[in-house]
């Protein structure tokens, strides 16, 4: 349903979504969207890290509980 937006739909969506927040707060409201984003990713690297790190310290506890 929503898989094929068109230039008309995409105009469409820009044009309300101006209306709404108007001229002055689109770029606060870009910013606020790309500060978001950046945290995100963030918190998911941070996670990845962590993730790996817990993997590597399992399997040294497993290598020197087979020695």
Do not use: H
């Not at 929503?2 to 870009?30: C, S, W």
């Amino acid at each position: 349903m929503f898989g094929r937006l068109g230039t008309m739909e995409i105009l469409l969506i820009v044009l309300v979504i101006l209306l709404l927040f108007g001229g002055a707060k689109l770029p606060q409201l870009a910013r606020g969207v790309g500060d978001s984003i950046k945290e995100f990713r963030k918190a998911v690297k941070q996670d990845d890290e962590k993730d790996e790190n817990e993997a590597e310290d399992k399997d040294k506890e497993e290598s020197k509980d087979e020695k």
